[in-house]
Nanobody, 130 residues
Framework: QVQLVESGGGSVQAGGSLRLSCVAS????????MGWFRQAPGKEREGVAV????????YYDDSVKGRFTISQDNAKNTLYLQMNTLKPEDTAMYYC???????????????????????WGQGTQVTVSS
């Protein structure tokens, strides 16, 4: 049974940093997509950052480019999201997602939030105060 367990959320002041972790169990990811999504109250879920687990590419939403970094540790089956210079508008429940088929272009894997992800974690809350 596949499980994704997020951790690392919390409350910080604007300008602060947090690092989210997502540990995947029962799942071996090879040439697939994993990513971080978020949903604020009253808003639709949006993709924040995704990564091709082959290491070929990453994708970031424009709102987080230059502030957030997605990475993976295959040996630990763990996905990370380093979030710096946090803003109040980053406040949301953050979810880890896995198991989407990448788009292959010229032999390179590309992943996007719009792809279908088969596994989701329960989420970790991030609250940024001004």
């Amino acid at each position: 049974q596949v499980q994704l367990v997020e951790s690392g959320g919390g409350s910080v002041q604007a300008g602060g940093s947090l690092r989210l972790s997502c540990v995947a169990s029962g799942y071996t990811y090879d040439s697939t997509c994993m990513g971080w999504f978020r949903q604020a109250p009253g808003k639709e879920r949006e993709g924040v950052a995704v990564i091709a687990t082959s290491g070929a590419s990453t994708y970031y939403d424009d709102s987080v480019k230059g502030r957030f970094t997605i990475s993976q540790d295959n040996a630990k089956n763990t996905l990370y999201l380093q979030m710096n210079t946090l803003k109040p508008e980053d406040t949301a429940m953050y979810y880890c997602a896995a198991d989407s088929k990448p788009v292959v272009i010229d032999g390179v894997d590309y992943c996007f939030p719009a792809l279908e992800y088969n596994y989701w974690g329960q989420g970790t809350q991030v609250t940024v105060s001004s």
